[in-house]
């Protein structure tokens, strides 16, 4: 599976942007996804998952109740939209991608099968 993504850019506090990750092969549904994020000097940190079938989904403390994930496995896509950002949102957005959907009970990058690379979101305050 390879995955690119896409939507990052600079916005003020409060703002809002889409992220997408576009995957290629047959078998992106048997995959659940992920995004994770990094900012400079820190560790990349799991932001949101969604299950196979997008039936589940699952995010960090930090942006629940702001970021949405979703997908749509006839597109083979998988979104993050981001909404009321915060400065300490800054960071490189990646998407990545795990084999079927246990994993998103304790995700961990390190486990990752594959990976996008990362697109910046900048939040201005």
């Known amino acids: 599976v390879q995955l690119q993504a896409s939507g990052g850019g600079l916005v003020q506090a409060g703002g809002s942007l889409r992220l997408s990750c576009a995957g290629s092969?047959?078998?992106?549904?048997?995959?659940?996804m992920a995004w994770f994020s990094q900012a400079p000097g820190k560790e990349r940190q799991f932001v949101a998952g969604?299950?196979?079938?997008?039936?589940?989904?699952y995010y960090a403390d930090s942006v629940k109740g702001r970021f949405t994930i979703s997908r749509d496995n006839a597109e083979n896509t998988v979104y993050l939209q981001m909404n009321s950002l915060k400065p300490e949102d800054t960071a490189v957005y990646y998407c990545?991608?795990?084999?079927?959907?246990?994993?998103?009970?304790?995700?961990?990058?390190?486990?990752?099968?594959?990976w996008g690379k990362g697109t910046q979101v900048t939040v201005s305050s």
């Open positions: 990545a991608a795990r084999y079927g959907s246990n994993w998103l009970l304790q995700p961990n990058s390190y486990a990752m099968d594959y």
């Open positions: 092969g047959r078998t992106f549904s048997t995959y659940a």
């Open positions: 969604i299950a196979t079938l997008g039936g589940s989904s």
